[in-house]
Every structure is written in structure tokens, then in C-alpha cells.
């Protein structure tokens, strides 16, 4: 994502949707002084969801549209009515239920297929369909493209990954210990780790190693334009192609082959460019939720120095801080878009959906529901809640990288507080700024005096 042209002061984002398109969010109308502003007149809708601004996160907007319901109507940039659920509870019980809720928005969004329903900006680009991979799918179709995913990302597999993973992000750190005593943690070190995860999860081979990297970095490069961006994800979908061609011929021992295993097992197997298509998921998902979870919880460290000593003298264990950090900044405060399959009520709450309707599960909102967590807007590594939450979603889209990304975010913290005890923020907590987004949630920058 990058801040690339301002409006009012407030610059646009540009996000990467898994689909493969470069997003824009528009910042027109957005009022940093407001947490939640009145939708205009005669829109229908009583709220508006603007997402981070400089001056609020999306966390504290949340509870404000918990004082008007647990799912309330509200307008998202760029101009879709939706209900924002922001009950913990009613969020994984419509995030469980895989018949009556749905992600497909060409099966589930009347008018979205046949192009009567207008739709643009972020979330056009959310419920493409141009790319179909498992994010966007629904039923029988879901479960074909997640299965193969799900069965190459074992546990076994993380497990044999951890000394690549921990060789990494040694790496990263000797990158940090070489350069400035002042360094941005975003670039210099939380991007560092999961990109290179990924090169050696996939088993790049050396020829396609220098082409994947090139396209790669252009990918998360936050001086790119939009079709900058646009012509990396064509570059990484071309070297995907040619990596999937070669383990069909060649299969090894890495989460490609065990991809193309376990999709051609199928019933229903699928075709190379599903296959592209979901490590394309793979890519953008682990990088970019991964990243924002490891800046985080070395935020939430920083900033709680009685917490940070808790976990450094061994008083609570360093796993703990990580489900806290997820609970209360999730990586992915959104995930756009669901749809009621049919017409729903809530018989706890009340709260009904019509057939069609628009739901965006706010995840940063379900994790700070003061009815789970008592003092939910505090960072405590001792809290007995901390693993009620929704970071990695609920039910069937439950993101089968979890365990990889806990293992990443854990080892990555680890190490860094080890090598780097007397490191400290070198800004006031107050003067981080936060991604300008309803659906990414970490940090623009996070400057670190090291030593």
C-alpha cells in the first residue's frame, strides 16, 4: 500500500486486492475530526465508514458505530450501503454460516453480474471476478479452491519451515544491525520476513528467482503507481505460471508441488490458472496481513514497557503478546464483501438481513467488543481473552496460513527484542500514522532508534 496524492491533507491508499488489481481508496469527503459522520441526505443510510485517518483508527470507529446496533447501516467509501457488524458475537455467527452468508458477489449481489449494479473503487476491486481464487467464492466452489491450500499448508510443513523462517529473519536483523541507528521497521525489517517466506515456501528455483524478486518488489514498493503496481502483479502471475508448469513436470519437496498434488487429487481438479490464481492469494494474503502483525505487536511492545518486561523476564510468554496484539490491532481490520444468501434474522440481537443485502464483518471491531473483553481498548499480555478473536476470520474462510503467520510474527518479535533490548520508538506513539484504510490496519512507517 502507499500514500501517493493527498486530498484535503488526507492521501489516498493504494491497496493490492488478491484478485491481482492495484486499489486507490478516494479520501474525498473524509472529516479526520469526526469519528463518524453523518451519511448526506437522503442516502438512507445514517453513517458513514471512513476507516484510519490521522487522527482516529478504524478501532475507535468501531465503537462508535457500536452505539447505533451490532450491525448498522452504514455508507463505505465510495458510495456502497452495507451493514458494518461490530458485535463479536453475531460476526462469527454469520461468519460460520457457509449456506446463508456468501462472498460471491457475481452469485449473491443482484445486479453485480450483469452490470446493472455500478460499482467502483475499492470495492469493485474487492469483489472481482476477474481472478477467482478462494477469498471470493462460495459453496461447493469455495471449498474446491481452498482444499488444496489448506492441505499443503500443514503444520508439518510450518515446522520444517521454522529454521528458514528463524534464518530469515536473522537476516533481516543483520540488515537492520548494518544500517542506520534510526530505521524504519515497515521496509527494513517486517517487509523483509514474509517476503522472503514466500520465495522459499514456493521453492523458487534460481532461474526464476531474479525475475520473481524484480516483480515482487515492485509489488510492495510504496513509491509505485497504480499501474506500476498493475504491471508487477502481470510480471508475478507470468513467473507463477512458469513455476506451476515446473513442478508438474518436476515436483519437489515446497508448498508448490504439494499444491499441485492435492488440487489434482481432487474430484474436480483444478487448472493451472486456479493454481496461479491461489498461490496469487498466497502471496498477497501472507505478505500484507503478516507484515502489519509483525509491526504491531513491536508497537504495542514498545509503547507498554511494563508489558514488554512482562514477556522479556518470561512472566508471560511471548505468544500471549502476539494474540493481544492480534485482538486488538488486527492486521485485516476488513475484508470486503459478504452477502445474505437469503433473508436472515438474529434471533439474539434481533438484527435481520434481507436477501442480497451488503455485510462487512468489521474484524477491528469484533476484537475490542467491550460484551468479550473487559478494558477491551488495553494492551495486556495477561489477558484471559486475548485469543477471542477474529484476526484470521471464522468458519469456513478461517485463513489456512494461520499457523505460518503465528510462527512468522512470534519468531520475528523474538529475535528482535533480543538483538535489540534498548530499542524505542524514535517518534512519539502519537505521530505513528496509521494505514488510511477501513480494510488494512498497521503502520505507514514505524521509525525505531535501535540502540
Known sequence: MRADQSHAGVPAVTLIHPSGAAITTDPTGLTPAEAVAPSPAGSGCPLRLHGSTPSRSITAEGHLLRQHGEAPAVELPGGVRARVVVSHRLAQSLSADSEGISRDAALHWPGFADGTREVEGVIAAWTATASRNALNSYGENHRRLRAPIAAALTKRRVEAMTP??????????????????????????????????????????????????????????????????????ERVGLVLEQLVALRRASPGDD?????????????????????????????????????????????????????????????????????????????????????????????????????????????????????????????????????????????????????????????AAARFLHRFPDARLATAPEDLTLTQSFISNGHQAIPVQLR
Not at 523483509?192 to 526464476?208: E, K, N, S, T, W
Not at 501472507?286 to 511494563?306: F, W, Y
Open 164 to 233: 528458514d523462517i528463524e534464518a530469515i529473519v536473522e537476516e533481516a536483523l543483520d540488515h537492520l544491525a548494518n544500517g542506520p541507528n534510526v530505521a524504519d521497521l515497515v521496509p527494513g525489517f517486517a517487509l523483509r520476513i514474509p517476503h522472503q517466506v514466500i520465495v522459499r515456501l514456493f521453492g523458487m528455483p534460481a532461474d526464476l528467482m531474479g525475475p520473481f524478486y524484480a516483480a515482487a518488489a515492485g509489488l510492495f514498493d510504496t513509491s509505485a503507481t497504480a499501474e506500476e503496481m498493475a504491471a508487477s502483479m
Open 255 to 411: 508448498l508448490v508441488s504439494d499444491l499441485i498434488r492435492a488440487a489434482d487429487e481432487a474430484e474436480d481438479p483444478l487448472t493451472d490458472d486456479e493454481l496461479r490464481d491461489q498461490l496469487m492469494l498466497v502471496i498477497i494474503a501472507g505478505t500484507e496481513t503478516t507484515v502489519h502483525a509483525i509491526g504491531n505487536i513491536l508497537v504495542h511492545l514498545l509503547t507498554h514497557p511494563a508489558q514488554l518486561d512482562l514477556v522479556v523476564r518470561g512472566e508471560v510468554p511471548l505468544e500471549n503478546a502476539v494474540e493481544e496484539s492480534l485482538r486488538l490491532q488486527p492486521p485485516a481490520a476488513s475484508v470486503p464483501l459478504r452477502f445474505a444468501v437469503r433473508d436472515l434474522t438474529d434471533a439474539e440481537s434481533g438484527e435481520s438481513f434481507r436477501q442480497g443485502e451488503e455485510i462487512l464483518i468489521l474484524l477491528a471491531a469484533a476484537g475490542t467488543d467491550p460484551a468479550v473483553h473487559d478494558q477491551p481498548d488495553a494492551f495486556d499480555v495477561r489477558r484471559p481473552t486475548a485469543r477471542r478473536h477474529m484476526a484470521f476470520g471464522h468458519g469456513e474462510h478461517f485463513c489456512p496460513g494461520a499457523v505460518l503467520a503465528r510462527r512468522e510474527i512470534a519468531i
